[in-house]
């Protein structure tokens, strides 16, 4: 997959049309090759875990429902509350991604042509001012990557509390939806591994998440380019 995708931009980058160098950078290219396209092969381990996930939720829920029955809706509500506070959080994650990899793109560029031309920068000693340049556009990109990791270190802590949440929740129910359910060891422990079997595709879900809008971002961009 990596090299077949690395072949597909290397032939296009050699057929490119004049009107599409003017907006497609060498820095691109270069990010295209270097960073999208392993961001594509890092996302597919996680792609099956999309689909495997749900169906291991399910399945421990349906075992749940037999043990606390009712009850379990209460962690289900839990876990519908939390889902639409980390799709927010992916949307700002990819639209910083995005602005990242526009001020790396800049960056590559201008050090592409600064290498190119380090001997006019000798001559005339424009080493300074063009330094100032790369690290103003530098300190841009890291301000980005520390509000991505922010927000992805923010997703973590959700699913983290998430799991403590669904179990303190659905086990509080139980007990007070009705005077005969009682929650004794055999009922605790075997729920509790059943939560346990379901925090795995939980705990793993930012992963998946960043993961995802990583190859969402990196996707577009090399569609961009291929249709340039």
């Not at 992916?90 to 910083?96: C, D, E």
């Not at 001997?119 to 424009?126: F, H, M, Q, R, S």
């Not at 992963?207 to 340039?228: D, H, K, P, S, Y």
């Amino acid at each position: 997959c990596r090299t077949s995708i690395m072949s597909a931009i290397y032939k296009k980058a050699l057929r490119i049309s004049n009107s599409a160098r003017k907006t497609s950078t060498v820095g691109e290219v270069v990010n295209l090759m270097a960073v999208d396209v392993q961001r594509i092969a890092d996302f597919a381990p996680a792609a099956h875990m999309l689909w495997t996930s749900p169906i291991i939720i399910l399945c421990s829920l349906s075992f749940l429902w037999n043990i606390l029955g009712p009850a379990t809706l209460a962690g289900l509500a839990v876990m519908f509350i939390v889902l639409p506070l980390n799709t927010f959080i992916a949307k700002k994650v990819k639209t910083l991604q995005m602005i990242q990899m526009t001020y790396k793109d800049d960056r590559v560029k201008q050090m592409n042509e600064i290498l190119s031309g380090i001997k006019v920068l000798k001559l005339y000693a424009w080493e300074p001012s063009f330094k100032e340049q790369i690290l103003k556009i530098r300190d841009k990109e890291i301000s980005v990557l520390r509000k991505a990791a922010l927000w992805n270190a923010s997703t973590s802590y959700v699913w983290l509390c998430s799991s403590f949440l669904v179990s303190f929740t659905t086990f509080s129910v139980f007990v007070f939806l009705d005077e005969r359910n009682v929650l004794t060891p055999e009922i605790a422990f075997v729920s509790a591994a059943l939560f346990n079997v379901i925090r795995i595709p939980i705990s793993y879900f930012p992963t998946m998440v960043q993961l995802l809008v990583q190859f969402m971002v990196a996707l577009g961009r090399i569609n961009n380019f291929m249709n340039a």
